[in-house]
């Protein structure tokens, strides 16, 4: 009987196959010890000037003091590089030849019709000065997305078609043009010969063989510099400016963390203004860029305008200081909630000078603020100077616990009458965990996925998808689902509010348990208490998508309560397949909502359906109540060698055995070539049980399949 049943709701909703439904949604630790290494060498690189502003290029190691965290370093070395040297006690030694290169990033924000003719006028005199072969620009844009305009290069022509381009206003060229430059990156970092345009025959062994064999070493290495530049997850900055521009800064740190020696970004900008919840990831950026000596120049494209940059702070703590004094409502030692919001007031009024940000960006890792003038070139000249020429000190700190607090650094010189620029600290980080990505953030949660036994204080779900196989391997999408009615949410009755923070973090390892891909993400909220209730009936759904060679794999993920300061830690195996030919299907994956018709759709989106877009559950599970559905989606990948259409079945079984079965009407593949399908099933009268529902795809002779569980319960 049971049979017939299933069989009929099947055939039944075959016309309703091809649309999307949305089930019901589903129902929803000890301290980690601190890491332990060795004492181990800090590089710090100076630029010191005269009252001048003219370089010092004599100082020895008594004339330099280096303070860590309150204590006075003894000074291992120090030495002058300049151009392809370091000059050490009066030796000049060649450098290697990676370590001769200098990069120079020009990140251009978004910016007005005054601030995008001044940012023009500057990195165009700046570029088209006598820069030295060693020294190689680039240029980026920073709006909806982060867009390379130029790969590194000294090619002057090149660069001013690119600076152009990035204060025309024409936003949204933007795209393709960095497009065509990634495939191009792609291209060169894969290609193991000489630099393209090279072909020119050299003979083994002699200066023009070294010189072009140095010269394809440096183009590889930059491009794959630049590609992991671009390696931003989009969703950190998704509707939010502030929130964009810090994590494509911190992207663009990230990818040169690994080349040796010094590298600056001149970052154009009219200002930036960080609220409080992003205060970490700010921090994270100059961290990261003092860990990987990247020096912010941060040049305000405003012009001179000093005193209306600090006015609207100056009035917003004045108000507040007035605001204090005239209460009197406090007594017997209480705090008035006039004071508790003047308080607030004072701290946000803080954050109203956008300035500062760009100021301590630029302090904070050795570089200087170029703003309140119109005409930036002086200062810009003086950029140039700090790229070509710098000092470098080496010292062992005597780290014995790494416990990730930040440790302030201070450089005095003592001559009398001169500017140092230095690093103001670091993070300490231990060695095991320390990398581009890493950030205090990332320690906790490095530190969870190190404990034993695995903290289990926070609830969640995590896997992951396979999307498509080809030759080279597996692309599949990572998805964490955490039930937000575990999550401590913390009310503030002075203002009405709740906050939240729920951070994440997943390592995709090896058979050898080797890191071979890292992802994380961070999702601070604050909201009305009036939709307290509604932010905690939701779901917090992270999905990125990846690619493997084959291979087993295991994926682990750890969740950061931290408003609780409580942690979660799952793990689970992946295979990843080469499949170079037949028709190939996605693994299934329950649907948990649709939205449809949205707006500039990627193309490369995995989760699309007709466009829209899939967001998935890992739940397993369906409530048999009115209006309640079982969709799954999956994807078809039919072989275009292949005449034959390929076709789908469904089956479904209970405790192995076989229950119903239909053929699936597969329409034409998208412009992709590839078939996203979601099967809707009303479940609402559905016995309770546990299904497995089994897809098979055939096309010609090749056989593709997937298996998933679904358990349907009744309230």
Known sequence: MRRTWIISVIVASLALAQQPQTPSAPQSTPQPPTFKATAEEIVLDIIVRDKKGKPIKDLTAADVKVNDDGVDQKIKSIRLVEGAEAIEQGTRVPLDTMRQVRLVTLAFQMLGDSGRRIARDAALNLVKGDQGPNVLYSVVSIGVQLNVLQSFTNNKDALKKAIELATSGKYTTFAAENERIKGELKEIAGRAGSPKGSETPVTPGTPAAGAAAGAAAIEKRTAEIMLEMLSFDSSFGMNEGTRMSIFSLL???RGQYSMPG??????????????????????????TANRGNVSFYSVDARGVMTYSQNQSSMD????????????????????????????DAAETSMRNNTQLPLRTLAESTGGFLIGDANDLRPALRQVSEDVSSYYEITYSPGIENYDGKFRKTHVDVSRKDTVVHARNGYFALPVSVRGPAVSPMEF????????????????????????????????????????????????????KTFRSRVTLMVLIKDEKGEVVKKLTNDLPRKGPLALLSQAKAGNFIYTQPFSLPPGRYTVEAAVMDNEANKSGVKRTPFVAEAKPSGVGISSLCLVRNFQGNVKDLDPKEPLQFQGGKITPTLGGQIFAVPGAQLSTFFIV????????????????????SPIANADLPLPAPNAQGLIPYVMSVPAEKMPAATYEIHI????????????MKVTVASR
């Open 262 to 287: 010094r590298k600056s970004i001149l970052y154009f900008s009219e200002g930036m203004y960080i609220p409080p919840h992003l205060d970490e990831p700010f921090n994270t950026i100059m961290s």
């Open 444 to 495: 906790s949660l490095l530190k969870a996925l190190d404990t034993t036994p695995a903290p289990a204080a926070v609830d969640f779900r995590s896997g992951a998808l396979r999307i498509n196989s080809d030759a080279s391997g597996t692309n599949g999408l990572v998805v964490v689902e955490v039930p937000m009615s575990g999550i401590q949410f913390t009310e503030d009755i002075s203002d």
């Open 696 to 707: 098979t795809v055939k096309q010609g002779a090749a056989k593709a399949e997937d298996r």
């Open 251 to 253: 992207s663009l740190v």
């Open 637 to 656: 990948r039919p072989d275009p060698a292949v005449k034959e259409k390929p076709t789908a079945s469904i089956e479904f079984l209970v405790e192995g």
């Open 316 to 343: 917003a703590l004045r108000d507040a200081t007035n605001e204090i004094k005239n209460d009197t409502t406090a007594t017997d030692g209480k705090v008035s909630k006039a004071q508790i919001m003047a308080a």
